[in-house]
């Protein structure tokens, strides 16, 4: 696949969605389901980032019909499939299909398999019993949880039936329903539920995809939320709220604004007024940016108000989307320069790097420490105001340099064996010793990018094994402030062989495969929408993103592109591989 980039670039470029198309789409989303059925897993000031997320109250309603006498089982499995879309009634005519054990048992929202196109029945193996096959798209778990499926997949399922009264209706299928994907995308919403990274300073989205009413769509979200992080981030965030802490009844009504959470009284009333601070911070953004209706949260105890402390017990907002400072960093003439959008400057007190042929710049949160690539990218080297280059990381084919929030460098290896390493850079790298991992995902992959999030949870990873390119995000588990594992990953859907990437916004990123002579176009990945490609150019070798899609920049061996609108224009010459902070 790698051996055929311009045969995949067409290939991809076919099944692309156009920014134009993305700027005047609105997707109708409604939270529907009278509990919390879920399925599997900003731009800077002036500017409009194309790419809002898709959260409406619009309410619509689909039509179930009931089994007609004398139908046929491929009849009642078809009925019973298109029943799926049942949430607002908790599934009464999708249950007639069933027979009267099997409908109390049948649990409708422990999985929902996404399909495309449609689905065929088929007798199966055994009497009266039929296999339902269609191509998957994607699987929601319990907690909404999304996993997409790998392209072309098809999956199967059995079902068995027996007659009732003379009339056939299923007496064995799985858990969960199975949705087309048009009736998915109109009755899930994606909902950020937001945990704190360990320093209780940043807000980390957990993406869910959830359903309900709107009379219970909070509901829903504080379920969801008091179930803890998704696995991929188990260990890499933290939540305010105790562990096994849950609702003491099943709604979270919203009066004049005011979301009334009752939780049960005895874990609420054994957490500090602070730990309570901080889990209303906690359920506040989340709640405000998945609805329109709330703008404060109350926890109850009892039907109680609980003591949540005075002005001087608050607790600072959680950062969301942490910004990333304007300036890049850049190399001109193999020298690190500074470039603000318009200017591009030297780097007071940086001595000259040239004769490490440098590539690959990064800078840190602080605008302090750079870091670059060299020796045939088999080191890293650290470099700040005041003090002479050091190694910081040595290793074999390692991705572009990373800097986390909190000033360590990162790079993986590319020669399979799995090894990520990160370094405190915070005060140079002079007799300090990197944390080395073996991450078991990665042992046999092609690593070619890694760049951690803006909220220093998460990383982005770019790998590819026989062929195939996969993007991922994993949660970073720390040990105080140093690396201690990176968790298993979430895969984002991508088409083409992508090696490049780089955070967009706290849930998206962009990625690429570097050309120097085929057009190129940028990615933008994420995990609340469909992927949609910017505009091509020709000869783009890198890029980089400040905050938003409005800030990606494609980049060329001499030229550095800005989006306007729709299209690219040139902001700048004479410089390579501008990055911004991280």
Same mark, same amino acid.
């Given at each position: 696949?790698?051996?055929?980039?311009?045969?995949?670039?067409?290939?991809? %470029?076919? %099944?692309?969605?156009?920014?134009?198309?993305?700027?005047?789409?609105?997707?109708?989303?409604?939270?529907?389901?009278?509990?919390?059925?879920?399925? !599997?897993?900003?731009?800077?000031?002036?500017?409009?980032?194309?790419?809002?997320?898709?959260?409406?109250?619009?309410?619509?309603?689909?039509?179930?019909?009931? /089994?007609?006498?004398?139908?046929?089982?491929?009849?009642?499995?078809?009925?019973?499939?298109?029943?799926?879309?049942?949430?607002?009634?908790?599934? =009464?005519?999708?249950?007639?299909?069933?027979?009267?054990?099997?409908?109390?048992?049948?649990?409708?929202?422990?999985?929902?398999?996404?399909?495309?196109?449609?689905?065929?029945?088929?007798?199966?193996?055994?009497?009266?019993?039929?296999?339902?096959?269609?191509?998957?798209?994607?699987?929601?778990?319990?907690?909404? #949880? &999304?996993?997409?499926?790998?392209?072309?997949?098809?999956?199967?399922?059995?079902?068995?039936?027996?007659?009732?009264?003379?009339?056939?209706?299923?007496?064995?299928?799985?858990?969960?329903? &199975?949705?087309?994907?048009?009736?998915?995308? $109109?009755?899930?919403?994606?909902?950020?539920?937001?945990?704190?990274?360990?320093?209780?300073?940043?807000?980390?989205?957990?993406?869910?995809?959830? $359903?309900?009413?709107?009379?219970?769509?909070?509901?829903?979200?504080?379920?969801?939320?008091?179930?803890?992080?998704? /696995?991929?981030?188990?260990?890499?965030?933290?939540?305010?709220?105790?562990?096994?802490?849950?609702?003491? %009844?099943?709604?979270?009504?919203?009066?004049?604004?005011?979301?009334?959470?009752?939780?049960?009284?005895?874990?609420?009333?054994?957490?500090?007024?602070?730990?309570?601070?901080?889990?209303?911070? =906690?359920?506040?953004?989340?709640?405000?940016?998945?609805?329109?209706?709330?703008?404060?949260?109350?926890?109850?105890?009892?039907?109680?108000?609980?003591?949540?402390?005075?002005?001087?017990?608050?607790?600072?907002?959680?950062?969301?989307?942490?910004? #990333?400072?304007?300036?890049?960093?850049?190399?001109?003439?193999?020298?690190? #320069?500074?470039?603000?959008?318009?200017?591009?400057?030297?780097?007071?007190?940086?001595? !000259?790097?040239?004769?490490?042929?440098?590539?690959? /710049?990064?800078?840190?949160?602080?605008?302090?420490?750079?870091?670059?690539?060299?020796?045939?990218?088999?080191?890293?080297?650290?470099?700040?105001?005041?003090?002479?280059?050091?190694?910081?990381?040595?290793?074999?084919?390692?991705? !572009?340099?990373?800097?986390?929030?909190?000033?360590?460098?990162?790079?993986?290896?590319?020669?399979?064996?799995?090894?990520?390493?990160?370094?405190?850079?915070?005060?140079?790298?002079?007799?300090?010793?990197?944390?080395?991992?073996?991450?078991?995902?990665?042992?046999?992959?092609?690593?070619? $990018?890694?760049?951690?999030?803006?909220?220093?949870?998460?990383?982005?990873?770019?790998?590819?094994?026989?062929?195939?390119?996969?993007?991922?995000?994993?949660?970073?588990?720390?040990?105080?402030?140093?690396?201690?594992?990176?968790?298993?990953?979430?895969?984002?859907?991508?088409?083409?062989?992508?090696?490049?990437?780089?955070?967009?916004?706290?849930?998206?990123?962009?990625?690429?495969?570097?050309?120097? $002579?085929?057009?190129?176009?940028?990615?933008?990945?994420?995990?609340? %929408?469909?992927?949609?490609?910017?505009?091509?150019?020709?000869?783009?070798?890198?890029?980089?993103?400040?905050?938003? #899609?409005?800030?990606?920049?494609? =980049?060329?061996?001499?030229?550095?592109?800005?989006?306007?609108?729709?299209?690219?224009?040139?902001?700048?010459?004479?410089?390579?591989?501008?990055?911004?902070?991280?």
């Amino acid at each position: 696949m790698m051996g055929q980039r311009l045969a995949a670039n067409r290939s991809s %470029r076919a %099944r692309r969605k156009g920014v134009a198309a993305w700027l005047v789409m609105v997707v109708v989303v409604l939270f529907t389901a009278a509990a919390c059925a879920a399925i !599997p897993i900003s731009g800077p000031v002036g500017k409009s980032d194309p790419l809002a997320p898709r959260n409406n109250s619009v309410n619509i309603n689909f039509q179930q019909f009931a /089994p007609v006498e004398g139908a046929s089982p491929e009849s009642i499995i078809s009925g019973f499939i298109d029943s799926g879309t049942g949430i607002n009634d908790d599934y =009464q005519v999708a249950r007639l299909y069933l027979t009267a054990g099997l409908a109390q048992s049948w649990a409708a929202d422990k999985r929902t398999l996404v399909y495309k196109n449609t689905f065929s029945v088929a007798p199966g193996k055994e009497k009266d019993s039929y296999e339902v096959t269609f191509d998957v798209v994607s699987t929601v778990d319990a907690t909404g #949880v &999304l996993t997409p499926a790998a392209a072309n997949a098809k999956e199967t399922i059995e079902m068995k039936l027996v007659q009732v009264g003379g009339q056939w209706r299923i007496s064995e299928t799985p858990d969960g329903v &199975l949705l087309a994907d048009a009736n998915f995308q $109109t009755l899930f919403s994606p909902v950020s539920l937001y945990f704190y990274d360990p320093t209780f300073t940043y807000g980390v989205p957990d993406v869910r995809w959830l $359903t309900a009413r709107s009379s219970r769509a909070s509901t829903a979200i504080v379920k969801a939320m008091l179930g803890g992080p998704a /696995p991929y981030l188990k260990g890499a965030v933290v939540s305010a709220f105790p562990s096994g802490i849950s609702l003491e %009844r099943d709604s979270v009504p919203v009066n004049n604004g005011v979301a009334k959470v009752g939780l049960v009284a005895q874990p609420l009333l054994e957490t500090s007024v602070r730990q309570r601070q901080q889990m209303r911070a =906690q359920l506040l953004v989340t709640m405000q940016k998945a609805l329109n209706t709330v703008t404060d949260v109350q926890f109850l105890a009892d039907d109680r108000e609980v003591d949540m402390g005075g002005s001087s017990d608050s607790v600072p907002p959680m950062i969301i989307d942490n910004p #990333v400072p304007s300036t890049q960093v850049a190399l001109s003439k193999n020298e690190l #320069v500074n470039f603000d959008g318009t200017q591009i400057s030297a780097i007071a007190n940086v001595g !000259p790097i040239a004769d490490l042929a440098p590539s690959a /710049p990064a800078v840190s949160y602080s605008g302090k420490q750079y870091a670059f690539l060299s020796s045939g990218g088999n080191r890293i080297y650290s470099v700040a105001a005041g003090r002479s280059p050091a190694t910081a990381i040595s290793g074999v084919a390692l991705t !572009p340099p990373s800097f986390a929030p909190n000033g360590w460098l990162w790079s993986a290896e590319g020669d399979g064996s799995g090894t990520v390493m990160a370094i405190n850079a915070t005060n140079g790298v002079k007799d300090v010793t990197p944390v080395v991992l073996t991450v078991p995902w990665l042992v046999g992959r092609h690593v070619t $990018t890694l760049r951690i999030s803006r909220d220093g949870t998460r990383a982005l990873v770019i790998s590819d094994a026989g062929g195939e390119t996969q993007v991922s995000v994993t949660g970073i588990v720390k040990a105080g402030e140093a690396p201690k594992e990176l968790t298993a990953p979430i895969t984002l859907p991508q088409a083409g062989t992508p090696t490049l990437g780089v955070w967009v916004g706290d849930t998206s990123v962009a990625v690429m495969e570097p050309s120097a $002579t085929l057009p190129v176009a940028i990615d933008v990945l994420d995990l609340t %929408r469909d992927p949609v490609s910017l505009s091509e150019l020709m000869g783009i070798e890198w890029l980089s993103a400040g905050s938003g #899609v409005r800030n990606v920049h494609a =980049q060329s061996a001499t030229e550095l592109f800005t989006l306007i609108g729709n299209n690219w224009e040139v902001s700048t010459k004479g410089l390579r591989q501008a990055s911004f902070a991280g």
